[in-house]
Structures are given as C-alpha cells and as structure tokens.
C-alpha cells in the first residue's frame, strides 16, 4: 500500500512567520493530497487538498505544491498567528481498484507551535 | 449544516466487552468511512461503507466490523475488546459520487474509547 512520510515532527515559529511543512509518498497512483489540521480534543479538519493534475494551489495565508516527479508535497503557511497552533497531518490517496471509492493514507503528523 | 456527529464521545469499557460506536454523516452524503487514531500507529483506515455496502476494507481483526443503514448512518463495533485497542475513532463522511477520484472526506470529532 501507499507509504506518507511526513517531516518536521515538531515545528516552533514565530508570529508572522512563515511555516512549512513536507510530505513524500511512495505510489505513482496516488492522484489526491489533502492537508488536515486538529487541534486538541477535535477531529482533523479539512483545511486545503490539491488533485495530481495542479502543481500549486493557494487559498488566502495556506498553499500546497505537488511535485509529481518526486513524489513530495508540501503545506505552507504565511504570515502565522497563535491560532494556526495545531498538529497538521497530510494524506495520500489512490483510487481504489474495483471500488468507486478510495482511502486515506496519513502522514504522522506535525506539531506546530506558532509563539506570540 | 451539520457535520459530522459521532456518539458517545467518550467511552469507558474493559477487556473482553464490547463496544458500539455511531457516526451520522453531513446531509446528503452517502458515504461513510472510520479511521483508528492513536498515538503509536496515527491514523489508520478502518472500513469504508456506501449505499449500505462494505466497499474498502483495512489491515485489523475481524473483531473490528461496520454497517451502513439505508439512511447513511453508520455504526461499528470492536467486540472482544482489548487494551492496544483504546484509540480515538474518527468518522468521516463524502458525498461518495463516482467521480474517477476520491472526495473530500470531512470528519467528526471521534468517540475516544478507553479499554481498561
């Protein structure tokens, strides 16, 4: 199956700094790549995916880029506030064959700590 | 619009009992899918259900089961329970239409089980 490593583990920032984070995955197949946050005591949240077939995407302070080629993609976040603190899990998903629905396979997440 | 609403929120249970666990998806959806979530594995898919069917299966014992009524909601069940299996259990719902290509999963806020 699909294999989603996800680096940093641990991300401190200070206001108004930007935040970065990188995921790679291990099958070619995989054609949809959702970025969640949780914060603490909630269920992940959708907060932008990109689709194989777009190389950036970009909604207000959050953007995602896929690299196709080498199988990486990357959540970044500009201008962050106290409340972007949250763990931040990115996912993979291939299209399941034989059924008209997939699954999600998740990164293992990153602490971010956004300092005010 | 609602979200996703899963019950109870917390539950207490010991070993060798087991549990049933419920999950009603956004309006209009049609497909609902459970994920495992704890601190040493991460998120892990469960099973994912359409139109009443089991359509994806994941890697856990046949204690772990589901159903889908004819209204979306959905329920699953851990039987026989066991301490590795305290987790947090996520529902998450899609408008589930074949479209070539996974949707947008949204997710509830979990039931959190602890196994003593």
């Known amino acids: 199956g699909e294999n989603v490593e996800q680096h940093p583990s641990t991300l401190s920032v200070q206001e108004g700094d930007s935040a970065v984070i990188k995921c790679t995955y291990s099958?070619?197949?995989?054609?949809?790549f959702p970025w969640y946050k949780q914060e603490l005591g909630k269920g992940p949240q959708l907060i932008i995916d990109?689709?194989?077939?777009?190389g950036e995407k970009k909604d207000q302070r959050i953007a995602v880029t896929l690299n196709k080629t080498a199988k990486h993609f990357s959540l970044h976040i500009t201008e962050t506030q106290p409340e972007d603190s949250a763990v931040y899990f990115c996912?993979?998903?291939?299209?399941?064959?034989?059924?008209?629905?997939?699954?999600?396979?998740f990164g293992r997440g990153t602490q971010l700590t956004v300092w005010p | 619009k609602a979200g996703v609403t899963q019950t109870p929120r917390y539950l207490i249970k010991t070993r060798g009992q087991q549990v049933t666990l419920s999950c009603s998806p956004i309006?209009?959806?049609?497909?609902v899918s459970w994920y495992q979530q704890t601190p040493g594995q991460g998120l892990q898919f469960l099973f994912e259900?359409?139109?009443?069917?089991?359509?994806n299966k994941g890697n856990f014992p046949g204690r772990f089961s589901g159903r889908q009524f004819s209204n979306s909601r959905s329920e699953m069940n851990v039987s026989t329970l066991e301490l590795g299996d305290s987790a947090l259990y996520l529902c998450?719902?899609?408008?589930?239409?074949?479209?070539?290509?996974?949707?947008?999963?949204?997710f509830g806020s979990g039931t959190q089980l602890s196994v003593l």
């Open positions: 996912a993979a998903s291939i299209k399941a064959r034989g059924s008209t629905l997939g699954r999600l396979y």
């Open positions: 998450a719902s899609s408008r589930g239409r074949d479209r070539g290509f996974i949707e947008k999963l949204f």
């Open positions: 259900y359409f139109s009443e069917t089991q359509r």
């Open positions: 990109i689709r194989s077939n777009v």
């Open positions: 099958d070619s197949a995989s054609n949809y």
């Open positions: 309006s209009g959806h049609r497909s």
